[in-house]
């Protein structure tokens, strides 16, 4: 069987995008496609296997006659291309199967896919591999269970080619513990972190190791500390991994705020080479993180937390949505205000967009507030940006939009962005630093600062925040300056997209205003 996976386009202008951040480094996106890497090592061994991602290189119709079989994943803000790639293989004549978020959580918009298997794919794919061999498979896969993970494979890493990418990821636990209405990962992977073995992590690794690959690895885990004490089984063992092959690796993931409150696991993250995380703030307002069941946010103050985690080496990127119902007034200067005590440079904004399969758009299918088509990705060139809000809010939407366009403008002005950086940079401690750069990495890096500062300095508005923070942070800070150069080259993507952002979010004040035709509510 010739196999042929497919990583559809992210065709959604995003924060998450920051192609011209990876530009620098010649890079084309920024992280490789860990879930098709996983499905191709679920598949048999005498396959023939190829993988075409995207986002970083075009599907040519020679490649899509070549297989025998085409499969697909997708999340949300795949769907049009997954669609689209769906009918051109059929097109040729080709049997597709589709799987991934997306299509498990909307499984009626993927119906012109010959199979969908849906779930976690090691409990699905296994089944679905067996009734195609036995010339009986069915158009429907779907398990909800949740799959144990000591059983999972090591991907396929050598189905890419790394220098496309600014990072490759690897997984080691799904699921969450805590139950936040609007999210859609416990319900996709359930309550209870489910993690790979201390064993199969540094397989993983020694495979990235032996491929030659050295740098960002992303821990692509939803919660990294979801269960800390299989986290405090796992670093241990990372840091003897890593000093025996001279640190060839360092590290971000996605981690819940009350990883300020234990002193011991911020040191053994900071130990092996932690350098950033993401969390998931959301508001400054206690009771709306209260509404939206994230009271795990209510519980230390905000701030101080995030210096905590700075403090220990990792600079914080964090996420905030407006447009919830428990809003009360405008919103924007508590946000503002938040991101600026915190320093928190690259914060990501957006306004609320009801996922298929939460708790919060079961809610609002309940009371009637969806709108038609909600779990469709929407025409255009954006995500929840400006495309979110899709229900009837409680607040007037032009006083939503109001907000979130003074957020945006405001924490994304260049001044203010910069200023934050040469904060966050003289709070990073980086003296326990490990990780070795190779020489050529060095050189690259090096090739990838001169873009950087001709970049900035040919830019007026650019030019004197970034030569400040620079010529500061050399002076205060200079074991960081790596770290803080990295956040200054964040604002080549984030710049011009909030700019993008301000103008969609204009346009849609202006529509408000006008009175945009009622849309109908999907009970």
Not at 363 to 373: F, I, T
Request: charged letters at 25%.
């Amino acid at each position: 069987m010739r196999a042929l996976l497919i990583h559809p386009e992210f065709r959604s202008a995003s924060f998450w995008n920051y192609r011209e951040t990876c530009a620098l480094l010649d890079a084309r996106y920024p992280a490789a496609p860990l879930g098709l890497c996983t499905v191709a090592a679920l598949l048999p061994d005498d396959w023939e296997l190829r993988l075409v991602d995207r986002n970083v290189e075009t599907l040519d119709e020679a490649t899509l006659a070549w297989a025998d079989l085409v499969l697909i994943g997708a999340m949300l803000p795949q769907q049009r291309d997954c669609l689209e790639l769906i009918r051109r293989a059929h097109a040729l004549g080709k049997r597709v199967v589709v799987g991934g978020p997306d299509p498990s959580s909307s499984p009626h918009l993927y119906a012109e896919a010959d199979h969908l298997v849906l779930g976690e794919g090691e409990l699905t794919l296994p089944t679905f591999l067996a009734d195609l061999a036995a010339g009986c498979a069915k158009p429907l896969y779907q398990d909800g269970g949740k799959a144990d993970m000591s059983c999972s494979p090591v991907p396929r890493f050598d189905l890419l080619r790394f220098d496309r990418y600014n990072h490759v990821g690897i997984q080691f636990c799904r699921g969450c513990p805590f139950n936040c209405e609007f999210c859609d990962i416990i319900e996709l992977y359930g309550r209870r972190p489910r993690a790979k073995t201390p064993e199969q992590i540094l397989a993983e690794l020694q495979t990235l190791y032996d491929l030659g690959y050295r740098g960002h690895v992303d821990l692509v885990d939803d919660n990294f500390i979801g269960n800390k004490k299989l986290v405090k089984e796992l670093l241990p063992r990372l840091k003897t991994w890593l000093e025996a092959r001279d640190w060839p690796f360092e590290f971000t993931t996605e981690a819940s705020i009350n990883l300020a409150d234990d002193p011991a696991l911020l040191e053994m993250m900071r130990d092996v080479g932690f350098f950033a995380i993401f969390v998931g703030i959301e508001s400054p307002d206690e009771k709306t993180l209260t509404a939206m069941q994230k009271r795990q946010n209510t519980r230390r103050p905000i701030v101080e937390s995030i210096q905590k985690i700075y403090q220990h080496g990792m600079f914080v990127n964090a996420g905030f949505i407006i447009g919830f119902d428990s809003e009360q007034g405008s919103v924007a200067r508590g946000t503002i205000e938040c991101i600026e005590d915190a320093a928190i440079p690259a914060s990501m904004v957006g306004l609320l967009y009801a996922l298929p399969n939460t708790q919060l758009t079961r809610r609002l299918r309940a009371e009637g507030r969806l709108r038609e088509g909600h779990d469709v990705q929407p025409d255009g060139d954006s995500d929840q940006c400006t495309a979110g809000i899709n229900f009837t809010p409680r607040r007037p939407r032009e006083d939503i939009l109001g907000d979130y366009l003074t957020v945006v403008e405001s924490v994304y002005a260049p001044e203010r962005y910069f200023a934050r950086v040469a904060r966050a940079g003289r709070l990073l401690d980086s003296r326990n630093r490990r990780f070795k750069p190779s020489l050529s990495k060095q050189l690259h890096e090096l090739r990838g600062f001169g873009r950087l500062v001709r970049k900035m300095s040919l830019n007026k508005e650019t030019r004197l925040p970034f030569w400040k923070t620079l010529f500061g942070a050399l002076v205060t800070n200079p074991r960081s300056i790596r770290y803080t150069v990295s956040m200054m080259a964040l604002y080549l993507h984030f710049g011009p997209f909030s700019r993008f952002v301000g103008e969609k979010i204009r346009q849609s004040i202006e529509e408000e205003r006008r009175g945009a035709p009622p849309v109908e509510s999907a009970a």
